[in-house]
């Protein structure tokens, strides 16, 4: 039997087209993928992520731990709720999964982990707590389950605040990549200014138990249900990885474009996979494409370059920019602003290289 997520009757209600999405049964539309695509652009979408898993994790030894465990360091957190986007590299350095840490004070995080991975992140962040005075709890089931749902789009905060007018005075004066605990009838709520779309908004987790209720305030405040197919296309707009695609366990931060995550400054800390990172070789660069030709670009397709073969991670049509665009690794020295050739269906058709970033907050950056 597939999971539900607390939001599932109301995804059936708003005439949802349900999918399994790594042991889930979840929404790819609510009729139109394109029209909510162009919603989050242009007003605000709502997507249901409470497929994703969140831990919490408390201990003395909290913070030296998670240093020891990611390859962006959490000491740079000071400020409650503010919120850090890290790699999670085993001992080769390839990606096991990527994530979002939440601090609250330096004995508790927040940890939000990717739904098709949960299992195996959890067993592995269970055996390096070994020598470490810290706890992680799931917050899937029990009187602890949550709910997660991402209100995005250049009108999603004004959207949230019609419908929750009392969360404004603390949600407003959030930064971006910050998150604020609200206390309300319902239970504890945290309120971040996080998204996976390019675009501004909010992610909010709160008690399960008022799932229903919140969805239906926010339709009502005009916030359009949006499914895993627009979600996806939202984000290969705004050039973010999606793990499975773009990375996983035999690729290293830096052949996924993610060097950025990756925290040397403090030359004594050591965390997982450091030393193996500092020795790997290598030979291909995350680089974005827009097809010239007519079609469509696809993940596992061929990239043939001057400099040798490359190949798509990611790729669709693009609703926004009305072509099709891909993320994909090629060789090192594929200049960007050259044009390549893919392998479509036989045929070889042209395609520009440029950076892995096509659209943010709304607007085209190619």
């Known amino acids: 039997m597939p999971l539900l997520t607390p939001f599932h009757d109301s995804h059936l209600a708003a005439g949802a087209k349900m999918v399994d999405f790594s042991g889930w049964e979840m929404p790819i539309n609510y009729g139109s993928q394109i029209e909510e695509h162009h919603a989050v652009r242009t007003d605000a979408g709502m997507f249901d992520v409470s497929h994703m898993c969140a831990l919490d994790l408390t201990g003395t030894d909290a913070r030296a731990y998670l240093r020891h465990l990611l390859a962006n360091d959490v000491a740079k957190l000071t400020t409650p709720g503010k919120a850090l986007y890290s790699?999670?590299?085993?001992?080769?350095?390839?990606?096991?999964?990527?994530?979002?840490?939440?601090?609250?004070?330096?004995?508790?995080?927040?940890?939000?982990?990717?739904?098709?991975?949960?299992?195996?992140?959890?067993?592995?962040?269970?055996?390096?707590?070994?020598?470490?005075?810290?706890?992680?709890?799931?917050?899937?089931?029990?009187?602890?389950?949550?709910?997660?749902?991402?209100?995005?789009?250049?009108?999603?905060?004004?959207?949230?605040?019609?419908?929750?007018?009392?969360?404004?005075?603390?949600?407003?004066?959030?930064?971006?990549?910050?998150?604020?605990?609200?206390?309300?009838?319902?239970?504890?709520?945290?309120?971040?200014?996080?998204?996976?779309?390019?675009?501004?908004?909010?992610?909010?987790?709160?008690?399960?138990?008022?799932?229903?209720?919140?969805?239906?305030?926010?339709?009502?405040?005009?916030?359009?249900?949006?499914?895993?197919?627009?979600?996806?296309?939202?984000?290969?707009?705004?050039?973010?990885?999606?793990?499975?695609?773009?990375?996983?366990?035999?690729?290293?931060?830096?052949?996924?474009g993610l060097k950025w995550t990756v925290d040397l400054k403090d030359a004594t800390r050591d965390f997982v996979g450091k030393s193996a990172l500092a020795t790997r070789r290598v030979d291909k660069q995350f680089s974005g494409l827009l097809l010239l030709d007519r079609g469509v670009l696809r993940a596992h397709q061929k990239v043939i370059t001057p400099r040798g073969e490359g190949e798509i991670t990611s790729g669709s049509f693009s609703p926004t920019l009305n072509q099709s665009i891909a993320l994909a690794r090629l060789p090192l020295d594929v200049a960007i602003g050259s044009e390549v050739e893919v392998e479509i269906r036989d045929k070889r058709l042209k395609a520009r290289v440029v950076k892995p970033t096509f659209v943010r907050n709304g607007k085209s950056l190619i």
């Open 87 to 256: 790699c999670m590299l085993n001992d080769a350095a390839g990606v096991i999964d990527d994530l979002i840490v939440y601090f609250f004070t330096p004995e508790h995080y927040r940890i939000v982990v990717n739904a098709g991975t949960a299992e195996k992140d959890i067993a592995w962040m269970q055996a390096q707590l070994k020598g470490f005075s810290a706890e992680l709890a799931m917050r899937r089931s029990g009187s602890h389950a949550v709910a997660m749902i991402a209100v995005q789009g250049p009108r999603a905060r004004e959207r949230f605040w019609a419908a929750f007018p009392d969360s404004r005075a603390v949600s407003e004066p959030l930064g971006i990549f910050q998150g604020v605990e609200y206390a309300t009838t319902g239970g504890i709520w945290l309120i971040a200014r996080t998204g996976y779309t390019g675009e501004d908004g909010f992610e909010i987790t709160l008690p399960a138990e008022v799932a229903a209720e919140t969805w239906k305030k926010l339709m009502g405040a005009g916030i359009r249900p949006c499914g895993l197919g627009a979600r996806d296309t939202l984000r290969l707009e705004a050039g973010m990885n999606l793990y499975g695609q773009d990375m996983d366990e035999n690729i290293s931060p830096y052949e996924a």
